[in-house]
């Protein structure tokens, strides 16, 4: 078999991605943001280790006129 995805390592990345975003808004809250703009994903693998997926943005409060 040549190719192909490997499904259990997809639905891992996809709960990691999920938490790191999660752990984003969180912080933003905490910090009394409305929103996060900006937001994007770095993701870092360690030799034997695993792999590190952060998620980065700029904790905003939205202002009505």
Known sequence: MIGGELKGLT????QTR???ME???????AR??????MMRFDVTEAADAGTEV???GTA???ARE
């Open 18 to 20: 999920n938490q790191a």
């Open 11 to 14: 639905k891992t990345l996809v």
């Open 54 to 56: 952060c998620a980065y």
């Open 60 to 62: 905003v409060v939205l």
């Open 32 to 37: 009394g943001a409305d929103a996060v703009l």
């Open 23 to 29: 752990r984003l808004v969180e912080q933003a809250r």
